[in-house]
């Protein structure tokens, strides 16, 4: 464990509650916590569309409290944010694509439940600490790299949208009603636990799958767009120094990493992870296409400043440490081929 | 009627649907309209907390088909904006201070069910041109005056958070799915046919009603907050002129007006219009305060050089004309106090 002692000590026997917390990050938050001596209990509506996984938590499957309910349910979340010292919020709905198709549960996962959540905080446990994870998405294409905190928002789906006023309810309910809480905008997050049955929460799932089940990575576009990475553990850091410090109050912090590579390296790092692999370019299904932004990476400086973090797993440990959990794991995050 | 004539052109005709159409600004639409040889629909909830009044239509009353329903009704929207071709987008809960109370509500109205009528255009209806109303509220406290489209945006209520997502839902549905859309973000509407009851709709309302009752006008703070104002004429103007031309699609635009005033001002030119009448300065009520936005007049010289569009009504004509109604018509708008 990383988990510097300072940190350690804000959580050690506090209450905290995850909101997603079956899933890839919110799993390994609540690892970090229980080490830290934190109770810890995790909230997942195990949506087989979404991150939910238990084996993401057999390690610590003793040691954490679970709860599965939809933070959609509107009697659940008002009783378990009762009593709570602290409150991850990391569910969501993640899909650009599913959010194009069915815009109504996006916006019910990503804002309406949001606001109960919030509300239900204001009225029934106003002292929380709360960190909402938000995504990059929101800045749409980029007006300029790296891409602060500053840049204009733009959403070009609706999952933008709505994460966008998930971020904004966050912010409010901290400046108006002084529910203190802050906002960390992610930007591709991988690791173990991700969901790598298909591309829902990240196209690097698919990858993983691909290699490990010998199809080529499929890269779309040209795969020259470049992108930034953060290793789960580093954005597990960020979530814990912004929930340990009252400085992050009513503020957005972007993540981000300074190994900035485009799609095609990326593939052809993949590749050369030991496992016998290939990749391909295709062009984009056009509805991929539609939503697609571009070049994109992160200023990060911001929260390198006020919190001090940055990332400290390089990419190509990263990925390794991926592929092999995968390697030995895959029977609990996909069904086997025939054959 | 002021209106010209290649605008008329572009309605005569045609099948036209507006969501708030017994509210303030969507009856005025409705009676330009009307005048240029547009079939017309209203719909409205008459939620008795909202805009919608049927005096606001009585001289026009046999003219337009009237159907009462909520924008949030899953299957009403759906059907009925089959076989228009044009849409302008009105209905919303506008006032800021019920958007703290009940969030849901606000979200609801403003984020959920705009949601719904686009997704009801794409799959009943995607040839129609849609025209939707928001606010200046959510440039939120300025950071630079005037305020053009290009200021950051930044909520400072629930209110604005919902419509945000509303516009960026018009945005969305304009860019992905081909559905014509475009915003108009109004500034302060007065006018004839406004809520007056109360400070629900604009705190213009209250004063006007106040005003009329012999009360002072009470100004909040020290009435040196500047603000500028459309007379309600000048508003149609604009959505005729968004709604009849494709420039406009996926744009989104200011109103505004070159003539700014602070509030103490415009409670003394209340007083001058010949009615005998009295002002106040009072300290904010801490719920406002927590709101305020300190200054705020728009830049609309976007919507000036695109559209062609300027104010024509100045705010003394505008206010002596709203004075006016209210003294002939209040019966209509609110209950004479007993004594």
Redesign the interface.
Known sequence: MSIETPMSASFRGRSVLITGGLGFIGSHLARRLVAAGAKVMLVDSLIPEYGGNWFNVHDIRDRVTVNICDVRDPYAMPYLVQGQDFLFNLAGQTSHLDS?DD??TD?AIN??AQ??IL?ACRKHNPGVKVVFASTRQLYGKPDYLPVDE?H??R????NG??K??GE??HL?YN??HGIRACVLRLSNTYGPGMRVKDARQTFLGIWVRNLIEGRPIRVFGDGMQLRDFNFVDDCVDALLLAGATDESNGQVFNLGSGEIINLKDLAVMMTELGIDGSYEIVPFPPERK??DIGDYYSDFAKIRASLGWEPRVGLREGLRRTVAYYQKHHEYYWAAMAG
Chains 1, 2 share one sequence.
């Open positions: 194009m815009p109504h916006l804002a309406q606001l109960s509300e500053k204009p928002i959403p070009v789906d609706v949208i709505n966008l006023a904004w309810y409010l400046n108006v539609a939503i």
